[in-house]
């Protein structure tokens, strides 16, 4: 079993930032892509920002030049660095990663952070 911790989310005034971070725990063998994508009231989950374990990055277009994925290896733990937010970034934010637990690959989600970007 593996469980995906995410924190850092809340209410930031338009044009602030906000860094989430995700911790994966449990029966790691490996994990292979960490990630955020987020879905805003009555729209579909859509990518932000993923890193791969040799640090290849991919961003959604929405969200480039505003925001840094990073990951530390060491910790099994991504980090999403968000700058200049604006209202359209409101939107409750998952983390995700593909992992090698034992012999199994596994799609792992975490519970969701709320981010809320208003005056």
């Known amino acids: 079993q593996v469980q995906l911790v995410e924190s850092g989310g809340g209410l930031v005034q338009p044009g602030g930032s906000l860094r989430l971070s995700c911790a994966a725990s449990?029966?790691?063998?490996?994990?292979?892509?960490m990630g955020w994508y987020r879905q805003a009231a009555r729209k579909q989950r859509e990518l932000v920002a993923i890193?791969?374990?040799?640090?290849?990055?991919n961003y959604a277009e929405s969200v480039k030049g505003r925001v840094t994925i990073s990951k530390d290896n060491d910790k099994n733990t991504a980090y999403l660095q968000m700058n200049s937010l604006k209202p359209e970034d409101t939107a409750v934010y998952y983390c995700y990663a593909d992992i090698l637990s034992g012999t199994k690959w596994l799609d792992s989600w975490g519970q969701g952070t709320q981010v809320t970007v208003s005056s």
């Open positions: 890193v791969s374990d040799e640090g290849a990055t």
């Open positions: 449990g029966s790691i063998v490996r994990i292979n892509l």
